[in-house]
């Protein structure tokens, strides 16, 4: 190698380096007070923006509070956030709100999504059967993400499948919301999907 060709090849390197990284748009989603908003606020590199609002009396008589006492925001809209997976890879993620009365909402919420991370309380898996449903409807490439409240899951991995009826081919993970590490290896799950499913 000549002393002249690192360089043209360290100009060609630095060039790369300096593009944008591409940005890719992933989904947060599942029932109310699984823990949505916490694994948007755990792993964002920017302050998340959400819009949580007060728990009005009128919704809390909607929202059921029983296994999330201490919750006294929810989210109306949606949080966002983002986290750069590598120098060529910036994910945007999108909360989705969690009631079902705002699920007309969903459609702009996911569009240009590659994929999305349904969060699932064991202790509530009804609550996560829309956004299953959903991105099962939609054929956008999804896993779901066990929020393992106070260390507990109720349910072996195995039943959870069953109870969901999600295929072999949906990774089941089980992770805490409130660990960035924890949410990044969950959503790496999701990514890893959506690009076998674009190499495939
Ligand atoms: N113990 C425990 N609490 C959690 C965990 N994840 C979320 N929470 C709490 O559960 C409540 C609901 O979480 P939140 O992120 O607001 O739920 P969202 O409605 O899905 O956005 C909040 O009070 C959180 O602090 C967890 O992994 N363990
Ligand atoms: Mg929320």
Redo the contacts with the bound molecule.
Sequence with gaps: MTPTEPLVHGAAAAQTAERPPLPVKMVIA??????????V?SISEIEPLTTEASITEVAAGVDDLTH?P??T???VAM?FGCLTIDPTLKLYLF?TP?QERFGFMWDDIVEGAVGGLV?VDTRRLDDCYAAVDYFEHKGIPFAVAI????GKVEHTLDEVRWALDVSEGVPLVVF???ERGSVRDALLVVLELALARTEG
């Design positions: 599942g029932g109310f007070g699984v823990g949505k908003t916490t694994s606020g999330t201490r919750k925001t929810t989210t949080d909360g969690g969060i929020n393992a409240f106070d805490d919301a409130r």
